[in-house]
């Protein structure tokens, strides 16, 4: 299988043989940095295109389809028609805040991004408790959507805000004990030596039972701490017309846009890595010729294949059912995923210490 | 029974002056009107537990209220009416302690005659801003535009409203009732607000998500059609009733249609009847597939939304092949309908029988079935028989609190009363009641089309009228049943080309008035769910 370290190791070296070390390691700080602002770039646009036709295709209409071959460059028009657009100044704002909170949630996204491993040797964060790091950046999200919503100086926003708030700080419990649950089964916090770990085998089929569990827990966890449908309270449009953006006008709207979109993708992403073997290929013990063809398909396209069945199941919840109520979502976290989830992890437990996993 | 109720009226109030129209006219001196307002609704012959309608009148020299009133249980009616000759500080008793509806109907009634009820518990204007100069119902009203310019400022909110109560003294006392205190989270649902259906503000009292209480304000969209109808001939003022709302515009039609023409004693060709009564049972289930629409987008469920606008066109490709409008038919005329049904009109029908079932399958499967819909529609917003009756909510609304208040069934008018369907009833009286009941509805309106479709009889689709249509003078009251609710006409004709005064009965007003009963004590989110639930339009609040 290819392995991505080639390519890097490469640049590497051909930097080194121009610089000095010192130049060397800020230019590639700047270089990564860059093609991690451009990989997010693409794939918020990627999911923006894949949401309009997917649900487009479950409401029985075509979506996009005018620009460009089957309306894929109506989303780059759109970004330009974001980037231009003039940032309404709002009075009685909190000014400060106002504007920094858009940026905290995009910084807290891409920092979730980068942990990401996309394909083998293709990982930029990846240390010793690189997945409790993950869980640690993406949560300094909802600080920015308080702020957001805080500083509105709105009362839509506000409930809009606390909404969130609640929502987010009780499912982050859910996505953290069934992300523990995996980590007791592969015994390691570093997404590279998870991955590497499901070589032979996916974590949901090793794992069986409470792996399962988890999983269906980490989905739904996944999909309320994303803001998403059915879980869609903050920004509930024909209650509180848009939540904690309300106010927001341009490219600072278009932050929290985006960074809800790539916050799907990173989901999806960790769901891949945890339980679907990231970048692994599917082998199945005893069919070596097969294994050998599955070998033969490149990393980075099992990676972004499962994760794109994951973006699809979460897309399938949002335009399937009607959203919660706030005192029903917090039952269903409080009352039952999270006993459900601490079982699960005691019955992972006893799994894995009494060797019951495959 | 007529002779039994005056016999006890006049016991009650023995200088009341009966006349026998078309209903019993009872005339009563506004001293002993809430007397005998109450009496009327709790005598165990009489029980008048419904207010129908309830008209301000200017008669030139007096001012007055015309009330309508229907017992539910026992079926009869009668009309109430009193006046008072001071037009400077005009003052009648309010009814709004014995049926609630009194109390936006006495609202509506202040702002636009200027006629002060004693003993409401909240005195404001309800369509009309409240630095608004005179009364534009009035017969004297003064519609010079530097009177009543176009304000720019917002209005106040005022917090704190006016009333006037009737000491124990027997001595009128003007005091001031609070809605929200100082220290209260108020928030505007509305007027620009997705699920406000239109220009309706709610002003919420939040405790967080909880909503404390409901101020409903009205008026955003309000284009005064009751007025404008004073100056336009018969014929013109049916251009009007399309716009109430507009979600039933057929039936709206239909019922001034059938007022005027009982009027004039013209008997419409049994087409005629079969025509209207197939187009009013497409206007309602489109109007209902449109409620399943955008209450599911109310709670979220978006895909739900297109599938009913899909199925609705359908009905809308119908009614633009016949009528030429879509969404506004235009298609009732004085002793008729405009023009001849087209020829598809018949095997579209048809068809459009044989393809809804499925469809009405698939919403069932997609949202009815939901366990997240289930739970945020059941046990919500309770509305009890009682409170139905009181507040006047009619329709589909009031059916799901198991009243059967089916004009069709009460009132035969059209074919009604030759189709066999049945009046669906549901007794929760919670949204998820509301919501089933027109979903059940949808069923029996395609039940009756089936029956009327193949035996729409041959004839003229219209008899010729006069081309001058003047009213023999009197009042006529003729009410149908809308999308929403009982949709009932009023006119006082003196004979003239126009009428003196014309009077909508919308089914919105009621159902608007009992939101802030059902929302109180719930969450924001339930009380979008209700108001979703009511199905209220805003111009049909209006008017």
Known sequence: MFDFKVVTDWIDELLRSWLPASLVNITECVLIGICLLVAYALFALALIYAERKVCAAFQCRLGPNRVGPFGTVQVVCDMIKMLIKEIIEIKHVDRYLFNLAPYIVIISSLLAFSCIPFAKGLEILDFNVGIFFLIAASSIGIVGILLAGWASNNKFSLIGAMRSGAQMISYELSIGLSILTIVVLSGSMQLSTIVESQADGWFIFKGHIPAFVAFVVYLIAGTAETNRGPFDLPEAESELTAGYHTEYSGMHFGFFYVAEFVNMFIVAAVATTLFWGGWMPLHIPGWESFNAIMDYIPSLIWFLAKSAVMVFIIMWFKWTFPRLRIDQLLRLEWKYLLPINLCNLLLMVVVVAFDLHF | ?543
């Open chain 2, 1 to 543: 029974m007529t002779r039994a109720m005056k016999e006890k009226i006049l016991s009650i109030v023995p200088d009341a002056t009966i006349e026998e129209k078309a209903f019993l006219t009872v005339s009563v001196p506004p001293i002993s009107f809430h007397n005998l307002a109450v009496r009327l609704k709790n005598d165990k012959d009489l029980q008048f537990d419904y207010l129908v309608c309830m008209t301000g009148m200017d008669w030139g020299e007096t001012l007055g209220v015309i009330y309508h009133l229907r017992s539910t249980t026992l079926k009869h009616e009668i009309v109430l009416r009193q006046e008072t000759a001071d037009r400077e500080n005009p003052e009648l008793p309010s009814v709004s302690d014995v049926w609630a509806t009194a109390n936006f109907n006495e609202r509506e009634v202040f702002g636009f005659f200027g006629i002060r009820f004693i003993n409401h518990p909240d005195m404001r204007r309800l369509f009309l801003r409240n630095d608004w100069v005179g009364y534009p119902f009035r017969k004297d009203y003064n519609t010079d535009p530097e009177i009543n310019p176009v304000r720019l400022e917002s209005e106040v909110n005022e917090d704190i409203v006016p009333t006037v109560e009737l000491t124990e003294s027997g001595e009128l006392e003007e005091k001031v009732h609070t809605i929200f205190e100082d220290d209260e989270y108020v928030v505007n649902i509305g007027p620009q607000h997705p699920a406000t259906h239109g220009v309706l503000r709610f002003r919420v009292s939040l405790e967080g998500e909880i909503v404390k209480k409901v101020d409903v304000n009205c008026g955003y969209i309000h284009r005064g059609i009751e007025k404008m109808c004073e100056s336009l001939t018969y014929p013109q003022t049916l251009a009007l009733t399309d716009r109430l709302d507009y979600l039933s515009a057929h039936m709206n039609r239909h019922a001034l249609c059938m007022c005027i023409e009982e009027a004039m004693g013209i008997e419409v060709p049994e087409r005629v009847k079969y025509i209207r009564t197939i187009m009013d049972e497409l206007t309602r289930i489109s109007s209902h597939i449109l409620f399943y629409s955008t209450f599911c987008m109310d709670l979220g469920g978006l895909t739900a939304f297109l599938y009913g606008f899909r199925d609705r066109e359908k009905i809308l490709d119908m009614l633009e092949e016949t009528c030429g409008g879509r969404l506004i038919q235009n298609y009732n005329c004085i002793g008729g309908v405009m023009a001849d049904i087209h020829p598809n009109l018949v095997k579209r029908i048809k068809d459009f029988i044989k393809y809804l079932p499925p469809m009405l399958k698939e919403y069932h499967g997609l949202f009815t079935g939901n366990i997240i819909a289930q739970q945020r529609m059941k046990h919500i917003g309770i509305l009890s028989r009682e409170d139905a009756i009181s507040y006047g909510v009619t329709g589909p609304s009031g059916r799901g609190s198991g009243w059967a208040c089916d004009v069709r069934k009460i009132h035969p008018y059209g074919v009604y009363d030759k189709v066999d369907f049945n009046e669906v009833l549901y007794t929760e009286g919670d949204t998820f009641s509301r919501y089933m009941v027109r979903m059940d509805e949808i069923v029996e309106s395609l039940h009756i089309l089936e029956q009327l479709v193949d035996n729409i009889p041959a004839g003229d689709y219209a008899v010729k009228t006069k081309p001058i249509i003047k009213l023999p003078e009197g009042q006529y009251f003729k009410s149908v049943e809308a999308a929403r609710g009982e949709f009932g006409v009023f006119i006082e004709s003196h004979g003239d080309k126009y009428p003196y005064r014309l009077k909508f009965r919308s089914p919105g007003l009621p159902l608007v008035s009992v939101v802030d009963l059902l929302a109180s004590h719930n969450k924001i989110a339930d009380l979008i769910a209700i108001g979703g639930s009511l199905d209220y339009v805003v111009p049909d609040i209006d008017r």
